[in-house]
Nanobody
Framework: QVQLAESGGGSVQAGGSLKLSCEVSGPMSGSNCMAWFRQGQGMEREPVATIYRDDSRYTSYRNSVKGRFTISRDNTKKTLYLQINNLQPEDTAMYFC???????????????????????WGQGTQVTVSS
């Protein structure tokens, strides 16, 4: 059983930065694809970025965060990260990490465009950006 625990959220002013972390408990085989999602007040949860377990070079991002968000992972520490720079008020949301145990055919299966499935979710960490 995989358990995820996010940390690193907070309140910042526009233009600031945060680094979110997600610690993975349990077998890493349960996190072949990993991702960050976010959900703003009254909005649907949306994917932000994904990463392939076996090669961290394979990442994907939603268009609105490209160039500002960086997803990474350290398998030795069993931790997923999301570096967020130049935060904007519209980035205000609860941020969740997610993991999927489905074995991808290749790194492309973790791409946002392939809509990978995730069965493990953390409780979330709140990011609030003031203008």
């Amino acid at each position: 059983q995989v358990q995820l625990a996010e940390s690193g959220g907070g309140s910042v002013q526009a233009g600031g930065s945060l680094k979110l972390s997600c610690e993975v408990s349990g077998p890493m085989s349960g996190s072949n694809c990993m991702a960050w999602f976010r959900q703003g007040q009254g909005m649907e949860r949306e994917p932000v970025a994904t990463i392939y377990r076996d090669d961290s070079r394979y990442t994907s991002y939603r268009n609105s965060v490209k160039g500002r968000f960086t997803i990474s992972r350290d398998n030795t520490k069993k931790t997923l990260y999301l570096q967020i720079n130049n935060l904007q008020p519209e980035d205000t949301a609860m941020y969740f990490c997610a993991a999927g145990s489905t074995i991808p055919r290749g790194p492309w299966d973790c791409d946002l465009g392939m809509s990978p499935s995730f069965e493990y979710w953390g409780q979330g960490t709140q990011v609030t950006v003031s203008s």
